[in-house]
């Protein structure tokens, strides 16, 4: 575990549509590995870059509370599905600096994700906000991030090779980001939607009580 982390949260945002054990060993991995206090769950309320089928706000935060309940270090926010307007992650974090004044904040995102935040709104303002952590995903490589990294492209290569498994790295400007490799389970949320769309079983992919309510619900249906 990474020393010093304390009085710091770890961001796990997402739309949670539906919430499922990827989402949740990602987060527990890097909660451990680096030391954070604690990782904060924000379901989106009405995200900007997303389309498909959609589960309500409510719902979202209900499967996510259900999801994270059992876990002391996990805790969830209420802040985006509250909203009525598109959910817009730099407005979520000057929020939350007001909420938590004495706490640092580490947004969780994935490589895939990372490459794409130009396309986020203000996305300078938010590297002002938040530290990122940068976690490992099938189909993609760190050594993606060489255009925005600067110093020895080995260790990205070493990250691939699994040979790391958290490295800190400095990008072009100046910002720090935590590279860490977690464990690739090979679950989606569009597929456990398409499986309850065509009346299969979702068991043993997300928390009982999610696959529960799913049901309860008629989600996805």
Known sequence: MMKGFKNRIGIMGGTFN???YGHLRVSEEVRQGIGFEKILFIPSGNPPLKAGHLAPAPQRLEMTRLAIEANPWFEIS???CNRTEKSYTVETLL???ELYPDKEF???VGIDSFIELPLWRHPERLMELTHF???SRPGTSFSGLASLITGDRGVLRALDARQLNIQKATLRNGREVLLMNVTHMDISATGIRNL???GMSIKYLLPEKVESFIISQGLYR
């Open 78 to 80: 209420d802040i985006e």
């Open 133 to 135: 952590v940068v976690v």
């Open 196 to 198: 309850t769309h065509h």
């Open 95 to 97: 929020a939350l600096k």
């Open 106 to 108: 580490y947004f969780i």
């Open 18 to 20: 539906p919430i499922h």
